[in-house]
Each structure stands twice: as C-alpha cells, then as structure tokens.
C-alpha cells in the first residue's frame, strides 16, 4: 500500500501545506495511521482514507502555526539565550518517512524485517538498508557529527 499510494498522498500535502518537508513529514504519519488501524479499515477506501488523514494532520499543523505566531506576537521578548536546540530523531531533516517508518515499525511495533517489508511492499533487504542507514543518521545527530 506504501508504494502504490505514496505518490499520490504526497502531492496531496504538499498541495496542503505548501511545504515538502512538512508534507513528507504528513505523509509518513498517515501510512502510519494506516498501519494503526490496518484491521479496521475497508481497503475499498483508500487512498481518501489517507487523504483524510493528511487533511486532518494538516489542519492541526496550520492551527498550531498560528497559534505559536499569536503566542510569539503577544509575549515580551525573553532576554535570556535559548537552550541549545537539537532536532528530534524522527524530525523531517533527520530521516526521511521511509525511514521514520521503518525505525517505527521495528522499535516501537516491534515487527520483524518480514513483517515490515510485507506490510511496506519492499523487500527485506530494502528494510534492512533502510534501518541500517536511518541508524547511522540518528547516531550522527546524536553524537554531534551531522557537520552543520
């Protein structure tokens, strides 16, 4: 289902939300979701199942956006210097979905590289790869290597 849909839902949230990394970063959640409730959706349904998802993600992200520009307009300016920023690991200029997917699937669903590659559509070795290079990246983020 990743295959045959992703295309078509990333277009979709980039038309949404008019940035790529925010809608790549929509699309991986809503084939996230779509593994949630994998035994509770009618597959006749998607992909506007996934669509639905992207729209409803993307109109919480526009929400909060707006409500931090309020927040940030009416606060006074904080004379103290922020706290070192570092990217969360599953932030969209860390990995890309396929990746955040794979890393989802494995560690906190716990699924094998068969179970992974079945319900993505790749091939064990593709997963293994993914895993593999997803797990360089974090620990180059982590450890402080990334080079910026």
């Known amino acids: 289902m990743y295959r045959r849909y992703r ?6 949230a980039i038309r949404c ?42 109109t919480d992200h526009l929400r909060r956006l707006d409500l931090e520009r ?12 922020p706290m070192e920023s570092r990217p ?5 200029t ?9 890393l989802t699937l494995r560690y906190v669903h716990e699924m094998s590289l068969t179970e992974i590659a079945e319900r993505l559509g790749l091939t064990e070795v593709q997963v ?6 997803a797990r360089g990246l974090l620990r180059k983020e982590l450890s402080g290597e990334t080079g910026r």
Do not use: M
Not at 7 to 12: G, Q, S, T
Not at 128 to 133: A, M, R, T, V
């Open 128 to 133: 293994k790869g993914h895993l593999q290079y």
């Open 70 to 81: 309020r927040y940030v307009t009416t606060e006074p300016a904080h004379t103290t210097k």
């Open 88 to 92: 969360s690991l599953f932030n969209h």
């Open 7 to 12: 295309d078509a839902v990333l277009r979709f």
């Open 17 to 58: 939300i008019g940035r790529r990394d925010i809608a790549e970063e929509l699309t991986a959640e809503a084939f996230l979701e779509l593994h949630r409730h994998w035994n509770e959706i009618d597959q006749e349904r998607l992909p506007s199942w996934l669509f639905t998802v992207v729209k409803n993600r993307a």
């Open 94 to 102: 860390v990995l890309k979905p396929v990746h955040r997917i794979c």
